[in-house]
């Protein structure tokens, strides 16, 4: 096998729930060692988030916390206690990089945090992931991806004009944020590659997801105009929406930009009467009768499966995309099995579970997927042993103090 692009890349992952753990993860995915510390006695939000395996809830059992932490390594330890702050001082100077995904000031009152770090580990790269970012009159903003999209904007755009604004369906900056962070954290193991310098990376997951709404921005910039809620249609696009198909709840999406692709469309539906009103004519006119041509379109759409819709408009040159579930669609989508969007491994705990991988395939080396994510504290006699080189007496006392967690230290035990 090729050499993975950060093998030899080591990482003391201290994020946790959505955005810092996934930038490790790719890392990790290309052959960076990666060892989560973790504690029993706080576990990560993740760990305790559904789906469940079996719906039967447990700290090793949540699907959520696995697919964030693929092929890491994860330690159990108490680092607010003394002792344990030495652990994970031992573990960064073991590392290249320090993840940290918590509100300002929680590492800083263990000194641990960038500051400090760099006293006793000067080429240390080290990124923080925050709502904010680390400085500024709202940098103790805490929370979720959820907060940080309703205050990026999101929120206030999505849904219907007539009803309330909608929450996205997922935390929408967690899932933004960590591919700006992934390519700095790159950058800077060039950087120090080059120079023998460390570096600091402070990131703001709200400022990330804002660069997702940049026309609403412009448009408010250049024109004072501030973006409302218009439903599933869009400013420059007529028809454009999800329509229903035959079937249960199965639907398909239609997206026409231009008149060469309203008159395609018109010719697929078999070019009805109401295609040569003039209130149908031009992009304004449709605009201005947007409700009533969605409803005289889905009249066509009903009588056919999504897949079929969407391949008859496709051919056509009409852009549609059939609307898949999570299972039969996504999980089982031949496209998604040829690429190997998603992997089986198996967990300790869970068993058989489908990972996803990543989404761009690199073509000398490309991401080898060989461990599940880990059960709470799984790797200690492994890290502790090779990586940190402790004794069997040392662990032993670590183990006595509490500084090493057990599963006995769960708040539900």
């Known amino acids: 096998m090729a050499k993975q692009v950060f093998e030899g890349v080591k990482v003391c992952d201290l994020a946790w729930v959505g955005a810092g753990p996934q930038v490790a993860r790719e890392l990790a995915l290309h052959g960076a060692t990666v060892v989560r510390v973790e504690s029993h006695r706080r576990p990560d939000t993740l760990r305790l988030i559904s789906p469940f395996k079996d719906f039967q809830r447990g700290i090793n059992r949540s699907a959520s916390g696995c697919v964030f932490n693929t092929q ?18 031992r573990l960064i100077m073991w590392a290249d990089i320090v993840t ?7 590492l800083a009152k263990w000194g641990l945090d960038c500051e400090s770090v760099v006293k006793f580990k000067p080429d240390i790269i080290y990124y923080s992931t925050c709502q904010m970012g680390q400085q500024g009159p709202l940098s103790k903003f805490g929370g979720y991806g959820a907060f940080g999209a309703a205050y990026s904007g999101y929120c206030e755009i999505l849904g219907y004009p007539d009803r ?6 997922n935390n929408y900056s967690d899932f933004v ?20 310098k460390g570096m600091y990376i402070d990131q703001s997951q709200m400022e990330a997801g804002v660069t997702m709404l940049t026309p609403f921005v412009l448009d408010y910039s250049v024109n004072g105009r501030i973006a409302g809620r218009i439903g599933n249609h869009d400013p420059y696009m007529c028809p454009h929406n999800a329509y229903r198909c035959g079937g249960d709840d199965r639907w398909v999406v239609i997206a026409v930009r231009t008149d060469e692709e309203w008159l395609a469309l018109c010719k697929v539906i078999g070019e009805p009467n109401w295609t040569q009103d003039e209130k149908f004519a031009t992009f304004l006119a449709r605009k201005d009768n947007e409700d009533e041509l969605d409803h005289l379109i889905a009249d066509w759409t009903k009588d056919y499966p999504p897949e079929q819709a969407m391949a008859t408009l496709q051919a056509a040159g009409v852009p549609a995309g059939a609307m898949l579930t999570s299972g039969e669609g996504i999980v089982n989508d031949p496209q998604a099995k040829h690429t190997k969007a998603f992997r089986w491994l198996n967990h300790k705990e869970i068993g058989p579970m489908l990972y996803n991988s990543p989404s761009y395939h690199l073509s000398n ?6 461990k599940a994510a880990p059960c709470l504290g799984e790797d200690n006699e492994y890290v502790y042993r090779e990586i940190l080189g402790y004794s069997d007496d040392e662990i032993a006392d670590l183990l006595i103090e509490g500084v090493i967690t ?8």
């Open 72 to 89: 890491k390594y994860s330690i159990s330890l108490d680092y607010s206690k003394p002792t344990g702050q030495e652990v994970v001082r």
């Open 365 to 370: 080396t490309p991401a080898h997927i060989w």
């Open 164 to 169: 309330s604004p909608l929450p996205l369906y």
């Open 177 to 196: 944020a960590p591919w700006y962070l992934t390519i700095a954290v790159i950058g800077a193991l060039l950087y120090r590659r080059k120079t023998g």
């Open 100 to 106: 940290d995904s918590m509100t300002p000031g929680s």
């Open 406 to 413: 057990t599963e006995a230290d769960l708040p539900c035990a």
